[in-house]
């Protein structure tokens, strides 16, 4: 299992703040992962295959596409940040 | 170093206090407070309500202090941030840092900011007379932190 996060305006589009999901055989990294929610279709096509940039994290660690994903591990998808 | 995440106000001079208490070594202080303003994009701003990723948001400013120490003669450094429901005028982050001389002071308080405003994992939600809307992150705050790594680092 994996848990994933999401925060802020993907939180509200996708009404979630956090699932634990069986992690899908297809998918090794964060690109799979965004492929994966993609496909859900409704509000999570429209989050994660729209304009808007959504960044991710590894165990709470900045991640990129090319990121592992590894069972276990903490994901989390959000908005760039606007905290100060 | 100190790291704090709250809903609760701070004082700065406290906290000023505090950082540089007893250590004769400290011969700079900067600091730096970001207060909430009541006009953004245009509109006014009735209030705004921050949210954080929990753990998350805490490692990634301490990244950005030790990042800082590793640059410029950093003796000690605090950055507390509020989360939750606040209003215009209210204060928002604050930032110390406390070096020998002044001119590291100044630089690793301005770094740590604009690292936090791009690094760290924070997002405003404000109020203005059409309802609610999540706040836009913003290109020159991209620029502002981008601009340190073309920089090596500059005492004195």
């Known amino acids: 299992m994996?848990?994933?996060?999401?925060?802020?305006?993907?939180?509200?589009?996708?009404?979630?703040?956090?699932?634990?999901?069986?992690?899908?055989?297809?998918?090794?990294?964060?690109?799979?992962?965004r492929a994966a929610l993609v496909s859900r279709g409704g509000a999570w096509t429209e989050a994660f295959g729209g304009p808007?940039?959504?960044?991710?994290a590894v165990n709470q660690q900045m991640a990129d596409d090319a990121a592992a994903v590894h069972d276990g591990d903490e994901i989390a998808f959000f908005p760039p940040v606007t905290g100060g | 170093m100190a790291v704090r995440i709250q809903t609760a106000d701070f004082d700065a001079g406290v906290e000023m206090a505090a950082l540089r208490r007893g250590n004769a070594a400290v011969?700079?202080?900067a600091s730096f407070v970001g207060i909430v303003r009541d006009v953004n994009e245009g509109d006014r701003v009735s209030e705004m309500t921050?949210?954080?990723?929990?753990?998350?948001?805490?490692?990634s400013i301490e990244a950005i202090i030790t990042q800082a120490r590793g640059r410029w003669d950093?003796?000690?450094?605090?950055?507390?941030?509020?989360?939750?429901?606040?209003?215009?005028?209210?204060?928002?982050?604050?930032?110390?840092?406390?070096?020998?001389?002044?001119?590291d002071a100044f630089a690793a308080c301005e770094f740590i900011m604009d690292y936090l405003k791009t690094q760290a994992p924070f997002w405003k939600k404000e109020r203005t007379g059409e309802g609610t809307r999540w706040v836009d992150a913003r290109a020159a705050d991209d620029a502002?932190?981008?601009?340190?790594?073309?920089?090596?680092?500059?005492?004195?």
């Open chain 2, 27 to 29: 011969g700079a202080v």
């Open chain 1, 52 to 56: 808007r940039r959504i960044r991710a």
């Open chain 2, 74 to 103: 950093v003796i000690d450094a605090v950055v507390v941030h509020r989360v939750g429901t606040l209003k215009p005028t209210d204060q928002i982050v604050l930032v110390i840092v406390a070096s020998g001389h002044r001119g």
């Open chain 2, 50 to 59: 921050l949210e954080h990723y929990p753990g998350m948001t805490e490692k």
């Open chain 2, 144 to 156: 502002a932190a981008e601009r340190w790594k073309a920089q090596g680092s500059s005492s004195d």
């Open chain 1, 2 to 33: 994996i848990t994933i996060l999401y925060f802020a305006r993907l939180r509200e589009a996708l009404g979630t703040g956090r699932e634990e999901l069986a992690l899908p055989a297809s998918v090794a990294n964060i690109a799979g992962l």
